[in-house]
């Protein structure tokens, strides 16, 4: 399994960017998918996660970025994005998809997802 994010970048404060997480090989719709970030000298975090296995379709976000940040998927292009809104400058980060042949117990647990992706770089500020 192999995952690729692309979508980072510099933005100012206030402004928005879309993560994208593809997958070569296999197929994101029938597994969870997470965004994690890790900022320097911090714990990697769950950011926002999606669990379509069991058609529930139920997504999870951090408290830090509710209301600001979307995760979706589109599975004709196999495709899980993070559409990321008025950005501060503690978004900053490396962010990652992650994905797993199981559900995890907790969304934003690491240590539950195999399969990881290089990260992309986001920055915030003015």
């Known amino acids: 399994v192999q995952l690729v994010e692309s979508g980072g970048g510099q933005v100012q404060p206030g402004g928005s960017l879309r993560l994208s997480c593809t997958a070569s090989e296999f197929t994101l719709e029938y597994y969870p998918v997470t965004w994690f970030r890790q900022a320097p000298g911090t714990e990697r975090e769950g950011v926002a996660g999606?669990?379509?296995?069991?058609?529930?379709?139920?997504?999870y976000y951090a408290d830090s970025v509710k209301g600001r940040f979307t995760i979706s998927r589109d599975n004709a292009r196999n495709t899980v994005y993070l559409q990321m809104n008025s950005l501060k400058p503690e978004d900053t980060a490396v962010y990652y998809c992650?994905?797993?042949?199981?559900?995890?117990?907790?969304?934003?647990?690491?240590?539950?997802?195999?399969?990881w992706g290089q990260g992309t770089q986001v920055t915030v500020s003015s």
């Open positions: 999606c669990n379509d296995s069991d058609g529930s379709g139920e997504t």
């Open positions: 992650a994905t797993d042949l199981m559900i995890p117990r907790r969304w934003d647990d690491d240590s539950e997802y195999d399969y």
